[in-house]
């Protein structure tokens, strides 16, 4: 009975962390944009993320996060209409 205790107490402490991770990711990240279009070629992504609190601090933690979140929530970070420049085209 203790081994089971343990176990779920681990398994809820684990829950509670990770729903807190990803709860403060979602109230911190907005999509941002980039300033210069060498910043835009050099990153690969049209919509870097842009943190409330935290500045680079955030953006490390974050990291796994945002990949995650990149993934699941692909039209909100690239709008449908919109697509990375090619080579060869060029900023207006």
Do not use: C, H
């Not at 990153?43 to 990291?63: D, M, T, V």
């Not at 796994?64 to 085209?89: C, H, K, L």
């Amino acid at each position: 009975m203790k081994a089971f205790t343990a176990i779920a107490t681990t398994i809820l402490l684990s829950a509670l962390l990770l729903g807190g991770y990803v709860g403060t990711y979602y109230a911190l990240v907005e999509r941002g944009q980039w300033s210069t279009w060498d910043e835009l070629v050099d990153s690969g992504e049209i919509f870097p993320p842009k943190y409330r609190y935290g500045g680079n601090a955030s953006k490390l933690i974050y990291e796994p996060m945002n990949r995650i979140d990149r993934r699941i929530r692909n039209d909100y970070w690239m709008p449908v209409g919109e697509s990375f420049p090619t080579a060869g085209q060029y900023p207006p």
